[in-house]
T-cell receptor
Framework: KNQVEQSPQSLIILEGKNCTLQ??????????LRWYKQDTGRGPVSLTIMTFSENTKSNGRYTATLDADTKQSSLHITASQLSDSASYICVVISSGNTGKLIFGQGTTLQVKP | GAVVSQHPSWVICKSGTSVKIECRSLDFQATTMFWYRQFPKQSLMLMAT?????????EQGVEKDKFLINHASLTLSTLTVTSAHPEDSSFYICSAARLGELFFGEGSRLTVL
């Protein structure tokens, strides 16, 4: 069964600290993996897209990693800011089944001053 | 700026009435759009795939007569929640793909009294 599991479910950190969010998947065949940021009451916004051959990709203070062998991805946030408070959703796209998107449950991050 | 626009952003209606939500792709044509539903503190759940000029494809468990989807043009898809009930209260989000990137609308918050 194609699944995407994210951890932790929620996280509270102090402003300026770093944090790492995890995403494990069992999706096969794999096409690509995406991280989205969703502010409360808003639609998700893309942070990174990672294909099978990519190990690391950065977008400002966000750095995503992908280990296609172990089927794990992480999203590292550096020097967190209050505006980073949001839900972070890991989405894996299957290359089979007409490119079906499988969503993780998301990690809710709260950055406190 | 946003490339996918939703309207309305929030709507309150009485039980038994129907509500229409619009999803527009801005500056690009989208032959396919996706509709999602999101309950509080949960991730997005794909409801259906909207195909321009043809019938929508619904996910298992989603009632097509309850959630009417019309994709009449290459830039507009509509979701109509018919005979809405309080359990239909949710956050509805659409998305469209552009050059391999998936863009989400801002979402529409539906509250059925």
């Amino acid at each position: 069964k194609n699944q995407v599991e994210q951890s932790p479910q929620s996280l509270i950190i102090l402003e300026g600290k770093n944090c790492t969010l995890q995403c494990n998947y069992t999706v096969s065949p794999f096409s690509n993996l995406r991280w989205y940021k969703q502010d409360t009451g808003r639609g998700p916004v893309s942070l990174t897209i990672m294909t099978f051959s990519e190990n690391t990709k950065s977008n400002g203070r966000y750095t995503a990693t992908l280990d296609a062998d172990t089927k794990q991805s992480s999203l590292h946030i550096t020097a967190s800011q209050l505006s980073d408070s949001a839900s972070y959703i890991c989405v894996v796209i299957s290359s089979g089944n007409t490119g079906k998107l499988i969503f993780g449950q998301g990690t809710t991050l709260q950055v406190k001053p | 700026g946003a490339v996918v626009s939703q309207h309305p952003s929030w709507v309150i209606c009485k039980s038994g009435t129907s509500v229409k939500i619009e999803c527009r792709s801005l500056d690009f044509q989208a032959t396919t759009m996706f509709w999602y539903r999101q309950f509080p503190k949960q991730s997005l759940m794909l409801m259906a795939t909207s195909n321009e000029g043809s019938k929508a494809t619904y996910e298992q468990g989603v009632e097509k007569d309850k959630f009417l989807i019309n994709h009449a043009s290459l830039t507009l898809s509509t979701l109509t929640v018919t005979s809405a009930h309080p359990e239909d209260s949710s956050f509805y989000i659409c998305s469209a793909a552009r050059l391999g990137e998936l863009f989400f609308g801002e979402g529409s918050r539906l509250t059925v009294l």
